[in-house]
């Protein structure tokens, strides 16, 4: 990947706490050797453009921000590492495989053989050695950035919030022949429980909303493999995805930054200090606990 660092990894500026924000696919670096067929401008539209820079001021109220800068078509950081298709490789493969049905059936697996438009990234199948490569080059520098963040972060107790970051087209519904339906400004996804706990899930939902934003939650996103992985809200452990929709701030045809950009950085600024309060407050009271426990 030339130079160009995988994973930029921004530290708190404020007093640390214990939060972590990532954006795992707002890259925009395209490696030389991605040797991909179709317009760049078509394979753009993978990327959750922006998101890093919406997401910009995390530090400032203490989080960790970690991001990636290769983009999400080269390799997909929030895949898991089996989510492979061998059709699209020449060779063999001596990993372990296990596809999921948006790898086969949308071409979206760890390494993406499609667009959101179905149209296809490559004329050639992909040798086994390339996908390899992208995933001891991108992927798992990726992995070990986020999870080493978590840890540096975690409170006394090993607990920590985690905010995994994203953006969704304004059409998600019509892609999922629900063209009617409309789309909320921000969707919250816990894998419906599994990757974190309601109050903080509801906390950072009612954040939004006092700044006039509509949100869902769990639907059309519910989360993919990065909160699955991280999340363990038994432990403390909160992974909520955010997906911001891309029609609040971005012209979805050329990637450029709408009019409207600032303002939404700006209460999301708001909203990542309301975040840390809650943050520090939590962190007081499971400390004031564990000192009980001790004492008892």
């Given at each position: 990947?030339?130079?160009?660092?995988?994973?930029?990894?921004?530290?708190?500026?404020?007093?640390?706490?214990?939060?972590?924000?990532?954006?795992?696919?707002?890259?925009?670096?395209?490696?030389?050797?991605?040797?991909?067929?179709?317009?760049?401008?078509?394979?753009?539209?993978?990327?959750?453009?922006?998101?890093?820079?919406?997401?910009?001021?995390?530090?400032?109220?203490?989080?960790?921000l970690?991001?990636?800068?290769?983009?999400?078509?080269?390799?997909?950081?929030?895949?898991?590492?089996?989510?492979?298709?061998?059709?699209?490789?020449?060779?063999?493969?001596?990993?372990?495989?296990?596809?999921?049905?948006?790898?086969?059936?949308?071409?979206?697996?760890?390494?993406?053989?499609?667009?959101?438009?179905?149209?296809?990234?490559?004329?050639?199948?992909?040798?086994?050695?390339?996908?390899?490569?992208r995933?001891?080059?991108?992927?798992?520098?990726?992995?070990?950035a986020?999870?080493?963040?978590?840890?540096?972060?975690?409170?006394?107790?090993?607990?920590?919030?985690?905010?995994?970051?994203?953006?969704?087209?304004?059409?998600?519904?019509a892609?999922?022949?629900?063209?009617?339906?409309?789309?909320?400004?921000?969707?919250?996804?816990?894998?419906?429980?599994?990757?974190?706990?309601?109050?903080?899930?509801?906390?950072?939902?009612e954040?939004?909303?006092?700044?006039?934003?509509?949100?869902?939650?769990?639907?059309?996103?519910?989360?993919?493999?990065?909160?699955?992985?991280?999340?363990?809200?038994?432990?403390?452990?909160?992974?909520?995805?955010?997906?911001?929709?891309?029609?609040l701030?971005?012209?979805?045809?050329?990637?450029?930054?709408?009019?409207?950009?600032p303002?939404l950085?700006?209460?999301?600024?708001?909203?990542?200090?309301?975040?840390?309060?809650?943050?520090?407050e939590?962190?007081?009271?499971?400390?004031?606990?564990?000192?009980?426990?001790?004492?008892?």
């Amino acid at each position: 990947m030339s130079n160009t660092a995988p994973v930029q990894v921004l530290r708190p500026t404020g007093d640390p706490i214990a939060l972590v924000c990532d954006s795992p696919h707002s890259g925009t670096y395209y490696p030389q050797d991605f040797d991909f067929a179709i317009e760049l401008q078509q394979l753009r539209q993978c990327e959750d453009t922006l998101i890093e820079q919406l997401w910009s001021d995390a530090p400032l109220v203490g989080a960790t921000l970690v991001h990636a800068t290769f983009p999400r078509s080269y390799i997909d950081t929030n895949r898991a590492e089996d989510d492979i298709d061998l059709a699209m490789l020449d060779g063999e493969w001596s990993g372990p495989v296990s596809p999921s049905d948006r790898c086969v059936r949308l071409g979206n697996g760890l390494v993406f053989s499609k667009t959101p438009a179905l149209e296809a990234i490559y004329n050639r199948k992909l040798h086994a050695h390339e996908v390899a490569r992208r995933i001891e080059s991108c992927w798992r520098p990726y992995r070990r950035a986020l999870a080493d963040a978590l840890a540096g972060a975690g409170t006394r107790q090993g607990g920590w919030w985690h905010l995994n970051l994203h953006s969704m087209p304004s059409n998600a519904y019509a892609r999922l022949g629900l063209p009617d339906k409309p789309l909320a400004d921000v969707v919250l996804g816990n894998l419906h429980g599994a990757s974190c706990g309601a109050p903080f899930m509801d906390f950072v939902g009612e954040a939004f909303r006092r700044h006039g934003y509509t949100v869902a939650l769990n639907d059309p996103y519910a989360g993919q493999d990065l909160v699955r992985t991280f999340g363990r809200p038994a432990l403390g452990r909160h992974s909520l995805q955010i997906e911001i929709n891309r029609g609040l701030y971005l012209n979805e045809k050329t990637r450029e930054p709408r009019r409207q950009f600032p303002e939404l950085r700006k209460r999301i600024h708001l909203v990542l200090q309301a975040i840390a309060d809650y943050i520090r407050e939590e962190t007081i009271q499971a400390e004031r606990k564990a000192q009980l426990k001790d004492t008892a």
